[in-house]
Structures are given as C-alpha cells and as structure tokens.
C-alpha cells in the first residue's frame, strides 16, 4: 500500500520536474520514476528478506500479519518491523530523486553541493 503510494507520488513528481523545468517527454520521466522506483523496492524488500532469513533462520515474519502477531519481541523486535516495512519506499524515494537530480535536472551530486541547498541563508 505504502509502496503503490509512493510509486505515483514518484511519477507524479518526476512528471512536474520535467513539465517545470521545460525538458520534454514529461510522460517519459514520469514513467522512469515510477520504474526507478519499483525497482529499487523490489530489490530492497528482496534483500531484507534475505537478511531477515540469514539472521532468524525462520519465514514468520514474511507474512505481513506476523509482525503483528507476536514475531516483533521487544524492543529491537519493533524497530526490526518498521525498518522492514519502511525501508524500501524511503531508498525507493531516494533513488527517484538522485535520478532527477542527475539527469533530469543536470545538477550536481556532490555533497557540498547538495547541502548547500540545506545551508544558504535568505
């Protein structure tokens, strides 16, 4: 549900980047971002499942219901299941915004220059 989402917010913002900012084929970007997107979701969910299988040895927590039903114990348990839920559409979201940034919009990846949008004073 999270990932659906975040899936048409992402094509939703490449689309408005590339109709702003006059580059043509909006519909193009919109769909590489909703492919950017997805792809880094899948792998992502692939690879805490992985690690999730290596670390307990057990599929309990595959199911989306465990994790609610007594597989997160404690603590460290619930940290476990919001990371697993969480973190593939926050990377997802982030991969979508180094593809703007780098091709889409031609900017810069470098850190100095991506937090110098964070520290300019106005």
Known sequence: MIGGICTILAAIWMFNTSVNHKTGNAVRWA????????FVQ????????GLHIWDQHDTSM???????????????????????EL????????????????YLLKADLQMPAVLSKF???K
């Open 31 to 38: 769909i590489i971002g909703a492919l950017v997107f997805f």
């Open 42 to 49: 899948v792998v992502v969910s692939w690879l805490n499942v």
């Open 62 to 84: 595959l199911v989306v219901r465990h994790r609610t039903d007594g597989a997160p114990q404690g603590l460290m348990g619930r940290f476990w299941s919001i990371y697993l």
């Open 87 to 102: 973190s593939p559409p926050i990377l997802g979201l982030l991969a979508v915004w180094a593809v703007r940034a780098k």
């Open 119 to 121: 520290t300019k004073k």
